[in-house]
């Protein structure tokens, strides 16, 4: 199993601002993904999180706008950069890829609204 | 590309009653899971399923895959107020990287 911690866990902020979203795990983890969910929506994959090369991004996803650090095996960043209220969700990492007997583990989320 | 549906997208029920929802891939899984989203939380892995026309039971959730790995219904039995909650499945994509999830059922369990 893993236990992530991410944060905040909550911000408002004002449009056109940047908010970057830290993600922890308690254990080291080739992958971790962000998520996107929109109020009463499912996920949507924004972008793989490799560590020691560039994110890889879903279509409609761009890194100008979501640009992921990841420095370690253990530890992402998430930035939603220049906010429109469009922007208002919550925002998920995850680690666990969709292989046999592996299963995903969420962080508790970042409910953003941008105002 | 690969798709996973679910339906309903919503189920009201009163607390007793069953509920089931349905889960369809446009494509053949290796896998199944299923998760489970209480309102303001995260999502929390419930099961895998594996093996063609797989049955797993827990508790009074029954879980069964479809002998084609194509479908997967989740069904609970007597329906609490603890059950309420979006219920998502999900199956890897097609490298096996990561999860494709469905778009969730929503439950509303009236006491």
């Known amino acids: 199993s893993a236990v992530i911690s991410q944060k905040p866990s909550r911000d408002i902020c004002q449009r056109g601002t940047s908010l970057t979203i830290q993600c922890q795990v308690d254990s080291q983890v080739t992958m971790m993904f962000w998520y996107r969910q929109q109020p009463g929506q499912s996920l949507t994959l924004i972008a793989t999180a490799n560590q020691g090369s560039e994110a890889t991004y879903e279509s409609g996803f761009v890194i100008d706008k979501f640009p992921i650090s990841r420095p370690n095996l253990t530890f992402s960043t998430l930035t939603v950069s220049n906010m429109s209220p469009e922007d208002s969700s919550i925002y998920l990492c995850?680690?666990?890829?969709?292989?046999?007997?592996?299963?995903?583990?969420f962080g508790q989320g970042t409910r953003l609204t941008v105002v | 590309g690969q798709q996973v549906m679910q339906i309903p997208q919503y189920q009201h029920v009163q607390e007793g009653e069953d509920f089931t929802t349905y889960c369809n891939s446009s494509?053949?899984?290796?896998?199944i899971q299923w998760y489970k989203q209480r309102p303001g939380g995260h999502p929390v892995f419930l099961i895998q399923?594996?093996?063609?026309?797989e049955v797993k039971k827990q508790k009074r959730l029954t879980f069964q895959f479809g002998e084609a790995k194509k479908n997967s219904s989740l069904h609970i039995t007597a329906t609490q107020t603890t059950d309420v909650g979006t219920y998502f499945c999900?199956?890897?994509?097609?490298?096996?990287?990561?999860?494709?999830f469905g778009p969730g059922t929503r439950l509303s369990v009236l006491p």
């Open positions: 399923l594996v093996k063609s026309g």
């Open positions: 999900a199956g890897p994509d097609n490298y096996g990287q990561n999860f494709v």
């Open positions: 995850s680690v666990g890829t969709g292989g046999e007997n592996t299963e995903a583990f």
């Open positions: 494509t053949t899984l290796s896998n």
